[in-house]
């Protein structure tokens, strides 16, 4: 039988692995809010993005705020980008979130730092794909 000093171990073992992954990704990916918004453009290479109303700009918040899947970028790798969701911040950062490869790339500038990272979310992806399309 498996000592159970060895069992204990283990267990602590798995909660530090799961604890510095929940915390590598809360770290990089940080939650906005609408009344936080200074400015949010669409934007494609084929088109300028269309206007954004109070409540396409809140399914927007929502879907950024619902990011999953997320995987540091720190070499800000990526593809030329074909279209994007650029978000000014009241607080001064700007964020870039860009049609890169199968998933899409965020890019946030702020207190004179520099962060990517990709992501996950339906509502996002599909935004960017429509906005890359030729018309």
Request: glycine share 8%; hydrophobic share 35%.
């Amino acid at each position: 039988m498996i000592n159970r000093k060895v069992i204990r171990v283990i267990i602590i073992i798995i909660f530090i692995i799961i604890g510095n992954l929940l915390y590598r990704r809360l770290s990089v990916h940080k939650p906005i809010s609408s009344e936080n918004i200074a400015s949010m453009q669409l934007w494609g290479v084929y088109k300028q993005g269309p206007k954004i109303s109070n409540e396409e700009k809140q399914k927007i918040v929502e879907a950024f705020n619902s990011i999953y899947s997320i995987r540091r970028n720190p070499e800000f790798q990526g593809t030329t980008p074909e279209s994007g969701i650029t978000i000014d911040l009241k607080s001064g950062e700007h964020i870039s979130v860009i049609k890169s490869g199968r998933d899409f790339e965020i890019q946030r500038h702020g207190d004179g730092k520099a962060v990517s990272y990709w992501g996950k979310n339906r509502y996002i992806k599909t935004l960017l794909e429509e906005l890359s399309r030729k018309e």
